[in-house]
């Protein structure tokens, strides 16, 4: 399979120290930074925006992978076309997924695609060959430190053998028990928040690269 990419999610880091924070997960072995931009509209939760991305994108060489929960992302895309390297927009949050899809890649940057986990496959089928990602969110977006659900781990599966080629990445409840059945189902970029802001950063990022 594709070499494992971890992602540890800024929410979870120590906001009055972010800088710091960022350097140490780079340091020991990060290779995303995961970014979760949350508008209070598409989930029930604010975070940051892409002031505080732009403040500290020259502070790192962390692949910037930022995670749009907002309603309408067409309207918000283009500020974050200084600071980020992947966008995922996602399927329930614009009418128009395919449009949304090309802007993204109109400012040059990859683009993913996050279903919610009621979301099925289906609603993607057609635009696989545009999307660099898939985020099979295995939470219920807007909150780090919630349950890995479990349903998710076949549609990971089922995705793995409709794309065998594309990232599948997993995002929420990750840690090394849930991590390695993501990787097992077919995941290759694993998202984590508070299993690796909660320890020894270098173990917790190492126990992820299965
Ligand atoms: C949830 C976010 C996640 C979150 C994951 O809405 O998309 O990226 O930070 O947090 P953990 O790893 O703690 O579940
Ligand atoms: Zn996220």
Do not use: W
């Given at each position: 399979?594709?070499?494992?990419?971890?992602?540890?999610?800024?929410l979870a880091?120590?906001?009055?120290?972010?800088?710091?924070?960022?350097?140490?997960?780079?340091?020991f072995?990060?290779?995303?930074?995961?970014?979760?931009?949350?508008?209070?509209?598409?989930?029930?939760?604010?975070?940051?925006?892409s002031?505080?991305?732009?403040?500290?994108?020259?502070?790192?060489?962390?692949?910037?992978d930022?995670?749009?929960?907002?309603?309408?992302?067409?309207?918000?895309?283009?500020?974050?076309?200084?600071?980020?390297?992947?966008?995922?927009?996602?399927?329930?949050?614009?009418?128009?997924?395919?449009?949304?899809?090309?802007?993204?890649?109109?400012f040059?940057?990859?683009?993913?695609?996050?279903?919610?986990?009621?979301?099925?496959?289906?609603f993607?089928?057609?635009?696989?060959?545009?999307?660099?990602?898939v985020?099979?969110?295995?939470?219920?977006?807007?909150?780090g430190g919630?349950?890995?659900?479990?349903?998710?781990?076949?549609?990971?599966?089922?995705?793995?053998?409709l794309?065998?080629?594309?990232?599948?990445?997993?995002?929420?409840?990750i840690?090394?028990?849930?991590?390695?059945l993501?990787?097992?189902?077919?995941?290759?970029?694993?998202?984590a928040?508070?299993?690796?802001?909660?320890?020894?950063?270098?173990?917790?990022?190492?126990?992820?690269?299965?």
């Amino acid at each position: 399979g594709k070499e494992i990419i971890v992602a540890p999610s800024l929410l979870a880091a120590d906001f009055s120290n972010l800088k710091k924070e960022i350097q140490e997960v780079e340091k020991f072995g990060a290779d995303f930074l995961h970014l979760d931009v949350m508008d209070g509209n598409f989930v029930p939760n604010i975070s940051f925006g892409s002031p505080i991305l732009e403040a500290i994108r020259p502070h790192t060489k962390l692949v910037f992978d930022v995670h749009l929960m907002v309603e309408n992302p067409d309207c918000l895309i283009h500020l974050f076309k200084d600071c980020a390297d992947i966008i995922t927009v996602h399927a329930e949050s614009t009418k128009h997924l395919n449009r949304t899809i090309q802007l993204v890649k109109s400012f040059g940057k990859k683009v993913g695609v996050a279903l919610n986990p009621s979301t099925p496959l289906d609603f993607i089928k057609y635009d696989l060959d545009n999307i660099d990602m898939v985020l099979i969110m295995t939470v219920n977006p807007g909150f780090g430190g919630q349950r890995f659900i479990p349903e998710m781990l076949p549609k990971i599966k089922e995705l793995r053998n409709l794309a065998p080629e594309i990232d599948i990445q997993v995002d929420g409840g990750i840690n090394d028990k849930t991590g390695k059945l993501a990787v097992q189902a077919g995941a290759n970029i694993l998202v984590a928040g508070s299993y690796i802001f909660s320890g020894n950063y270098k173990n917790k990022i190492n126990s992820l690269k299965f």
